[in-house]
């Protein structure tokens, strides 16, 4: 069974750039959501796709945009970057419908400058 | 109030204590409940799940209290490799697994 892997591992980007990350699902999971975690805080909810649409969002602008592809790996993009986007951004995948938990990989960790 | 919160840290325990964590949460219609566990730097791992009934996992145990809307981890026979931040986790609606809501962690660091 793969897990969830997510790409790059380390980021460095400039005030008003853009980003994308991305995301790989675990096999057989349909849903994957995206977390922002900052220092000292528990991981806060972006938003969630399910078939390719997205399927719930937390509190992030606009400028925090997903995609989610028919093999289900992901992508989060993010634009006009902020100091305080920098952060863990962090990827989980699961099976809509069943009780599975999520799935996290290991993260992309963001530093805005 | 905020949706979730947790005991605020970090909690410093000697080896082989017992250790409690309570979370609570603010959504009456939560019906999924998880533990976490998080290593410094890496991804949050689930730990477990956390059943009406309440459920053990060899020394873990958890517990739902729906009436006071908490959840709580036991930890027995503390090990040095349980020092580690433990994050509650309650979804927002009732049913989607993906929207959930995690509280800010509590640090554990079990001394020799």
């Known amino acids: 069974e793969t897990g969830v892997t997510q790409s790059p591992t380390h980021l460095i980007k400039t005030r008003g750039q853009q980003v994308t990350l991305r995301c790989s699902s675990q096999s057989g999971h349909n849903t994957v959501s995206w977390y922002q975690q900052a220092l000292g805080q528990g991981p806060q909810f972006i938003f969630q796709?399910?078939?390719?649409?997205?399927?719930g969002r937390g509190n992030f602008p606009p400028r925090f945009s997903g995609l989610q592809f028919p093999n289900y790996s992901s992508e989060l993009n993010v634009n006009a970057l902020e100091l305080d986007d920098s952060a863990l951004y962090l990827c989980?995948?699961?099976?809509?419908?069943?009780?599975?938990?999520?799935?996290f990989g290991n993260g992309t960790r963001l530093t805005v400058t | 109030r905020k949706e979730v919160e947790q005991d605020p840290g970090p909690f410093n325990v000697p080896e082989g204590a017992t250790v409690a964590f309570n979370c609570t949460y603010s959504?009456?219609?939560?019906?999924?409940f998880f533990w976490y566990r998080q290593d410094c730097r890496k991804e949050p791992k689930l730990l477990m799940s956390?059943?009406?009934s309440g459920n053990e996992d060899g020394r873990f145990t958890a517990q739902l209290n729906r009436a006071s809307q908490y959840i709580s981890l036991l930890i027995r026979d503390s090990k040095l490799s349980d020092s580690a931040t433990y994050l509650c986790a309650v979804n927002r609606y009732g049913g989607s697994q993906g929207n959930l809501i995690f509280g800010k962690g509590t640090k554990l660091s079990v001394k020799p």
């Open positions: 796709y399910y078939r390719e649409e997205e399927n």
């Open positions: 956390v059943y009406s």
């Open positions: 989980a995948s699961s099976f809509r419908g069943s009780n599975s938990p999520l799935h």
């Open positions: 959504n009456s219609a939560s019906q999924s």
